[in-house]
């Protein structure tokens, strides 16, 4: 088992490309194709919902198939842990939450996957203290892409675990991704049709509690990513965790 | 009260039903689709929550109803009936108005049913469900939902250990109560994660990862969720073939066009209020079951 894991790596990434090809290629385009043809192009919401639905499904079924083990699990159920409870910490400071913060230390600490299951599971898990709705996929999803984002950068290089480095990709990725994404969530429910002007005019309601979002996870990325580093180190140490290499 | 008794069907009853309502509200534009989905959420979320649903209606539902119906027609300008043009020049369009209160219509539909779903689908069932689909998935979400509570309590144990070394958050200026707290939340991380480790050692020594394990709850599927499970398919069949005649067709743009009512139409109206009610009818039934037993004795 312990010898299957370590020579699977390569052959895991190309499956999940493989699968999110297939998606990206065939799938969401005939949901798309439907969409226009059998639903007269108005569902745009259901569409939408939908793709981002199935984006997730790649990251779900390889993390199945390959059977981890129960330290992995719980190491990344902490982890999602910590970020919905510290999302419920600060209950009272709209926007101001340190999920992403801590997403992305995942990522950059147990690497490219984990960070997305760490972001998905604290939106979809949170949403049982807040209440979930329409907008649970989009949440998930948008953390979970952060995290992953943030995993394959730190293995490319090309983000550092310096304070820096981490608090200038948290606040852009905040900013542009998280608020990218779920301010496109929301304009597909409000328009009937894709229009420019529609989508402008809800980025530009949502553009300051992005950028509070923002300024909120350069905070604690800057107060807590040296101490939360540090312990995931001294554990992966310790119990000589998931060192994928 | 009673409580309600749909909820103690079999979880696949449970999730087909949200599934399926959430699948139609989304999906339906016909208006009275709409007034039937909009009315059965209603019912049922009161049934479910009582006045705390009549006050989430009230104080969330009807402003959000108001302010997306207003949204729609101030930038969106197509269609073809103009009322008259705005200060900017814009056209304000009978169609983009209606639009706007059939979108609002949709959304609160299905904001109301979400409270309906969190009411009855707790987390057991949703494990139950997809365990056996998604076990490494499922377990990391039970799990986070037994942390979140657990590091709570945690929490109040370390800040009242530190309180008795005079390094809780309630003591010293403000700088020191700062960094006492960051100082508990510190202590906190590492428990958690030492924590983890033994459980998970724990789990494995126990035997996770086996095949054939057993849930928490165990939920048979008998003959009442066959009869209630028959039901619903056969509605959602009625809903299906009328949607792929054309009964429930609803153009907005760019002029206004809804399908004839025939009376095939009036059938899968029917479905639909049938399939939105049946909670609410199982609720009836079961209540009056109840008080003719009891009232025999």
Redesign the interface.
């Known amino acids: 088992m312990q010898e299957e894991q370590l020579t699977k790596p390569n052959r895991r990434l190309s499956r999940r490309t493989l699968l999110s090809a297939i998606l990206i290629l065939v799938v969401i385009p005939a949901t798309i194709l439907m969409g226009i043809y059998l ?2 192009d ?2 745009y ?2 569409i939408s ?1 939908l793709i981002i639905l199935y984006t997730m499904l790649p990251f ?1 079924m390889v ?2 198939k390959r ?5 992995e ?6 982890l ?3 970020a ?2 510290g999302r ?1 910490a600060f209950f009272m400071l709209p926007q101001f939450k340190p999920v992403v913060a801590i997403v992305i230390i995942a990522g950059v600490s147990f690497g490219a996957e984990a960070g997305f ?1 760490v972001g998905a ?2 939106g ?2 949170s949403n ?2 807040f ?4 907008w649970t996929p989009w949440q998930m999803f948008s953390f979970g892409i952060i995290g992953f984002i943030a995993g394959i950068l730190f293995q490319k290089g090309l983000l550092r675990r310096r304070k820096l480095s981490l608090c200038v990709f948290g606040g852009l990725s905040t900013l542009v991704i998280y608020g990218g994404i779920i301010n496109l969530g929301s304009a597909t ?5 894709f ?1 420019w ?2 989508l402008l ?1 809800v980025y530009a309601s949502g553009f300051w509690f992005d950028l509070v979002h923002a300024i909120a996870t350069v905070f604690f990325l800057f ?1 807590i990513s040296k ?2 580093l540090e ?2 180190d001294r ?1 992966k140490v310790k ?1 000589g ?1 998931i060192e994928r290499e | 009260m009673m409580k309600d008794s749909f909820s103690s069907f079999h979880p696949i009853v449970n999730f087909g039903y949200f599934a399926a309502m959430l ?1 139609f509200g ?2 339906l ?1 016909h208006p009275a689709l709409q007034v039937i989905a909009l009315l059965c959420a209603l019912t049922y979320s009161i049934l479910l929550n009582g006045r705390r649903a009549v006050k989430f209606n009230l104080l969330y539902m009807v402003p959000l109803f108001v302010v ?1 119906a207003v ?2 027609p101030v ?2 300008h ?1 269609g073809v009936t103009i009322l008259f043009y705005l200060k900017n020049g814009n056209p304000m369009t009978m169609e983009s108005i209606l ?1 706007g209160v059939s ?1 609002a219509c949709m ?1 609160v539909t ?2 109301i049913w ?2 309906c ?2 009411a009855v689908m707790t ?1 057991d069932k949703f494990i139950y469900l997809f365990g056996k689909i ?4 499922s ?3 039970s ?3 037994r ?2 509570p657990r ?2 309590e945690q929490i109040k144990r370390i800040s009242l250990a530190q309180r008795s070394i005079g390094r809780d958050i309630t003591q010293g200026n403000m700088l020191v109560r700062a960094r006492n707290g ?1 100082t508990i939340l ?1 202590i906190m ?2 428990w ?3 924590n ?2 033994e ?3 724990s ?2 020594s126990r035997g ?2 086996l095949p054939r394990r057993t849930s928490f709850s165990l939920y048979r599927f008998d003959s009442r969720d066959r009869l209630v499970a028959g039901t619903m398919l056969a509605l959602i069949a009625i809903m299906v073939i009328g949607e792929a005649s054309g009964r429930n ?1 609803m ?3 760019p002029s206004i066009k809804m399908a004839h009512t025939t009376p095939f139409s009036i059938i899968v109206f029917a479905a639909y209020l049938l399939l939105g009610m049946l909670p609410v009818i199982i609720h009836v039934v079961e209540a009056l079951k109840w008080k003719s037993i009891s009232s025999k004795t």
């Not at chain 1, 429910?189 to 049709?193: D, K, R, T």
């Not at chain 2, 998604?134 to 998935?137: D, G, S």
Request: hydrophobic content about 60%; glycine content about 2%; cysteine-free.
């Open positions: 639903l007269n108005r569902k919401y259901f919902l779900a993390f199945e059977k981890p083990q129960a330290r699990l719980i190491v990344i159920a902490v999602a842990a910590i919905v409870a419920s299951l599971t604290a979809f898990v049982f203290f209440g979930q709705g329409p429910i409000f328009s009937p049709s229009s002007q529609s005019a107060i101490p939360m312990k995931l554990i119990y965790l | 699948l989304m999906l534009m997306m949204m729609n930038f969106n197509a639009y979108a959304f299905i904001l979400f409270s779903y969190n987390s998604m076990p490494a998935l377990l990391i979400f799990m986070v939902l942390f979140v590091y709570k960051i510190s991380t590492t958690a994660l030492e983890a480790i459980t998970a050692d789990m494995k996770y990862g067709d153009r907005f743009f």
